[in-house]
């Protein structure tokens, strides 16, 4: 069985005093569990200028660091921006792509995003992939389409499961409160598993995350749902005592 992930996505949250309490209190937690009890992989993500702040508070705990974004370069002239190659030599071991927020506020397109994966998978970083339709075309009829197209433009050629996540996350259940039901989440994420195993050999073993409004409260129904391999927790995760409640639903 793979082994589920939970992914704290701190978004643009958190100053250096709160982002260092959140992360001591999270890794204290997972530290202070019992490997046979922690079945579950624990990861935090939290805004560029916190990354070593919160890799010093989080080290020797298991739980992984990951950033929000990279640019697709190496290194150069890119002001503003962050190579796959910073992020991994201050510790990171992953970068969440794609999210539906900067495909907005920054019309990233899923050829930037395509790179940006490659960028991470040469630095040795997981790419955690984002996708997800809105509503209007969920109402449309079309967000299997959607979703099918994104991975097909999203996910590099060479992708394999040690190096990649897909995260689900349909846009209209982003911070709103709202959720897909058990069986739309089953649907999709099945969907996904095989359009995948269009591209790659190892689909099966690639982690699903499903992400979107996840609460303490609606943890275990989605986290039990087949080809749901975890999470990927935006507002819940700003919370360390939420945060672990949802982890530990998994
Ligand atoms: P919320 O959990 O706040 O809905 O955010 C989900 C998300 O965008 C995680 O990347």
């Not at 001591?24 to 922690?38: L, P, W």
């Not at 201050?90 to 495909?103: K, M, N, Q, W, Y």
């Not at 998978?121 to 997981?126: K, S």
């Not at 995260?167 to 911070?175: L, N």
């Amino acid at each position: 069985m793979t082994r589920p992930l939970i992914v704290g996505n701190w978004k643009m949250n958190t100053l250096r005093h709160t982002a260092m309490a959140l992360a001591q209190d999270i890794g204290s937690r997972y530290a202070d569990t019992s490997a046979d009890e922690r079945g579950f992989d624990l990861m935090v993500c939290p805004p560029f200028p916190y990354l070593p702040t919160v890799g010093e508070a989080i080290a020797g705990s298991g739980v992984a660091l990951g950033a929000q974004d990279c640019h697709a370069a190496g290194g150069g002239a890119h002001t503003g921006d962050v190579a796959a190659e910073m992020l991994a030599d201050i510790g990171c071991t992953a970068v969440i792509l794609g999210h539906s927020e900067r495909r907005t506020d920054h019309g990233e397109i899923d050829l930037a995003v395509s790179e940006k994966a490659r960028a991470a998978h040469r630095a040795g970083l997981i790419a955690i992939i984002c996708i997800g339709e809105t509503e209007a075309e969920r109402d449309a009829g079309q967000a299997a389409d959607i979703c099918a197209r994104q991975i097909a433009g999203s996910v590099p050629k060479g992708a394999v499961a040690e190096d990649t996540v897909i995260a689900y996350e349909p846009v209209w259940a982003i911070g709103t409160g709202r959720t897909p039901t058990a069986a739309d989440v089953a649907d999709m994420h099945g969907h996904i598993r095989g359009e995948l195993s269009r591209f790659l050999d190892d689909a099966d073993r690639v982690r699903l995350l499903y992400g979107g409004s996840v609460k303490p409260g609606n943890a275990i129904q989605l986290l039990s749902v087949p080809n749901v391999d975890g999470a990927l927790v935006g507002g819940a995760s700003l919370s360390a005592e939420d945060f672990w409640a949802i982890a530990q639903s998994s």
